[in-house]
Every structure is written in structure tokens, then in C-alpha cells.
């Protein structure tokens, strides 16, 4: 059912888009000072001397699926803020990198043990949240609010 023309703009969608831009912006602040600090950001995150080398050792290309994942989130946010109908697929696509990365830290490089208990939860709520910013965005597409 589409949105009739002028009708007002649900409440909610302030808040989600706010809290989403908010949360995403963690993951660009995380990534960005991963690049700009290295280890030192990651040894002063909490992060144990193997937890660290493993983050330095990441693959190029995992390094572009975070990139992928973190960017593409909070371009999503941005875009549900605009109630843009792009927010859905942006959304979409960050969630699936989001899952790559952790294919590959449970399957792929065996990290799961070594990043341990914190980083799995962590690692759960990001996935929720996720998974809800996506349907969220996908109940306002298909409401018609997004454009």
C-alpha cells in the first residue's frame, strides 16, 4: 500500500534513522582508526596481542568487505534519513558483507575462538540490529514512505 501524496511522514522514522546513523557511525569511526592507528587503536580498544595480529594480518579483500559493510550502513542510514527507497538495497548489501566477515572470522581464518565470548555477542547484536534497520527500511519501501 503506497503512502497517499502529502501524507504525513511516520514519527519512527526520526528515531530509527537516528539510531542507525548513530550505531553505523561506531563501525566507520572503528574502521577509519583501524587505517589511521593500527595497533595501537586496537590494543587500546581491549583487544589482546593475538586479537591484534589477527586484524593486521586480514586479507585485502576482507578489509574492502568491512570497508563494504561499515560504509554502506551508515550511507543506508543516511538514506532512510532522506526516506530515499535506496536505503533498502544499501542496506541489504551492507548486511551480507557484514555476514562475509564473519564467515570469514568463524570459518574461513578459524578466529572465532581467539576473538572470543565479547566479540561474539558483539558480533550478535550488530546482526540484529542490522537485520532490523534492513526490515525496517524494506516495511517504509514497501508502506511507500521511501521514494
Known sequence: MAQAAGAKTPWH???VGTLALLFNAVGVFDYVMNLAQGPAYLASAGM???QVAH???LPAWMMGVWAIGVFG????????LMRRRLALPVFVVSLAAFLVSLFHTYVLSGAGALMGTQMAVTSAVIAVLL???TAYARRMALRGVLH
Not at 550502513?73 to 532512510?80: D, E, K, M, N, R
Request: proline share 5%; aromatic share 20%.
Open 55 to 57: 586484524y593486521q594480518a
Open 48 to 50: 589482546t596481542p593475538e
Open 73 to 80: 550502513a551508515f550511507g543506508a542510514s543516511l538514506l532512510l
Open 13 to 15: 522514522i526520526w528515531g
Open 131 to 133: 537485520l532490523a534497520f
